[in-house]
């Protein structure tokens, strides 16, 4: 089994699609809908890597990211994957000190070597 990732999107098809890819590749996946669960899921079951949307109900990605780093200061050293339409993505993005942008429609192959890439 490869490492924890979690996955927060509130899209359920493209939660599906990453999560299934994952999934393929040996990592365990654990995914959120919203900004507030995926926090209570980080807190409860740390992830070695997070894949995230910005956009989210309840909490926004950008949120979710200063909550938890805050709550968990393990949390820093996480590589974040931001998958995001927003087109504010590429500034936000660099504030929470995101390792790659994927910008929507974006290649899922890319997304999960990037994965690799940063679990290696």
């Not at 590589?79 to 504010?88: E, N």
Request: aromatic content about 4%; proline content about 6%; overall charge negative.
């Amino acid at each position: 089994m490869q490492g924890r990732v979690l996955v927060i999107e509130d899209d359920t098809a493209i939660r599906l699609l990453i999560s299934d890819a994952l999934r393929e590749k040996g990592y365990d996946v654990i995914s959120a809908m919203d900004g507030s669960h995926a926090l209570r899921t980080a807190l409860a079951a740390p992830p070695a890597a997070v894949v995230l949307d910005l956009g989210l109900p309840e909490m926004d990605g950008a949120d979710f990211v200063a909550h938890w780093r805050e709550r968990a200061p393990s949390a820093k050293g996480v590589p974040i994957l931001v998958v995001s339409g927003r087109p504010d993505a590429r500034e936000v993005a660099a504030q929470i000190g995101a390792t790659r942008l994927f910008t929507k429609p974006f290649i899922v192959d890319e997304l999960v070597s990037e994965v690799a890439r940063a679990l290696n």
